[in-house]
Each structure stands twice: as C-alpha cells, then as structure tokens.
C-alpha cells in the first residue's frame, strides 16, 4: 500500500510543477517580470493567476503555446482574463510610478 500513496503523491507532484512551470512560462511569455517591490502591489491579480494555473487541465498544451510566436495567453484558456488583468494591473503599476516620478 506505501508503494501505491507514494506513487500517487509523486503523481500529484508531478502535476503541481508542471501547471507551476506553465504558470512562470506565461508571465515569461508576457514579458512579466515581477521584483519583490512589484508584487506587493499585483498581490490580487498574482493569486487569480495561481489559482488558474493551479487549476489548468492542460499544462502542456499551455507550455507548447508559449514557445510559438504569438503573443497574449492562449485564447482558448478558460481563465486568459486573469493574466490580462495581471497585464492591465501591470501597467498601472508602471503608469502609477512614472507619473509619480519620472521615470519607470
């Protein structure tokens, strides 16, 4: 029964680093390259897009996706709108710190 729970935990493990793989993929995709001061602000959007990633049923097809040239996350992914709202939020971080200092 140990062989059985432990294959089945590593199954499991599998899964996670995977849909965790696709999840750094896209917001490489996106050009998203969040530091520690930004994500405070994104903490919201950053959840959503976990949660979503978390949750994907097609991991791969989302990695395969990624290494093509088209741009934006795949239109048939059921949660797209998170990672256009992280993109949306993004941007007003950015506009948000330009007009308050000049720069980026």
């Known amino acids: ?3 059985v729970v432990s294959e089945f935990l590593d199954s499991m493990r599998r899964d996670f680093d995977a849909r965790m793989s696709a ?3 896209m917001l490489a995709h996106l050009g998203l390259y969040l530091t520690e001061h930004d994500s405070p602000f994104l903490i919201s959007e ?3 897009t976990f949660r979503a990633c ?3 049923r097609c991991p791969k097809s989302c ?3 990624q290494s093509g040239s088209e741009e934006g996350p795949p239109p048939w992914c059921h949660k ?3 990672f ?3 993109i949306d939020a993004c941007n007003a971080l950015a506009d948000a710190r330009i007009s308050t200092t ?3």
Request: aromatic content about 4%.
């Open 102 to 104: 000049g720069s980026v």
């Open 46 to 48: 950053l959840k959503e």
């Open 84 to 86: 256009l709202s992280l």
């Open 1 to 3: 029964m140990g062989g």
């Open 23 to 25: 999840h750094e993929g």
């Open 80 to 82: 797209r709108h998170t």
């Open 54 to 56: 978390g949750a994907c």
């Open 63 to 65: 990695l395969d996706w």
